[in-house]
């Protein structure tokens, strides 16, 4: 059994190593899928934990942006294009999420969704929902999440624990008036969080959906930009930061569907991905 297991993770590891250094390695034999494949899928699924905890912080020190940086084409499909939002485990599922609206360009966003057979989440801002409830009423009648991100987008992090919950309870309200139903999450404007937020939405049964992909695509408003920060960004479990306020994020949602598609991944919404999610805690990916 040890030796079945060491066997296990010195293929799992020499897989995951870049190409050129795999070529270094002496062979290694491979065991037969059937007796190794238990052991590979739970090494998997802590090197992926691993990963994001990685791409947790690196994402703060490094912009996944670099600018001047030529955005390169769409991969090429690899495999048949999966339609069933990753089977029963959801296990290539990543979640696209667009904050900050709904505006003037959801509801092209939504057509495209639709078009696509994808979905996604909507983090939304109490006064623009107010405004927007036929937005809101299609999101959900489409299958999306629709998520709070707060009543005046303020820094949550700098208020007390009655303003926190004042800014999530007016969010929730408007989602509530547009849908008749409230949502499991919110998202804190900037993921500015701290022991005070994890404190109210703990007590209010909500959680906080954070990122470990930021398109940053407010900042140079590049719909290739866009979709490659996307792409390249994701893995299997991933929460993908957007704002469907900029015309050019919308511009960006077939080549991000696709190019996810053709990596094996599904697009869905925070409520497909994490079906049980703990109150009070923040997830910046699966996992
Ligand atoms: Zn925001």
Redo the contacts with the bound molecule.
Sequence with gaps: MRRILTSALTVLIAAAMPAAAHAQLPQIPRLPASSSADIQGEINHRLEDARAQVEDFSSQAFPHTAPGKKAPAAPAPKKPQPRSEGGVDCANCVAITY??GPGAETNRLLDKLKAKNAHASF?V?APSAEQHPELLKRMKAEGHTIGN?TKS?RQLNTLSYEQVSQEIDAGNAAIKKATGQGTRWV?P??GATNATVDQVTRDKGVSQALWDVDTVDWKDRNSEHVCSSAVQGARAGSIVLM?DIHPTTVDAADCVIDGLRAKGLEPVSMDRLLRTPVAGKRYYARG
């Design positions: 904050d900050d983090m801002i991100h987008h998202r404007p900037y704002h």
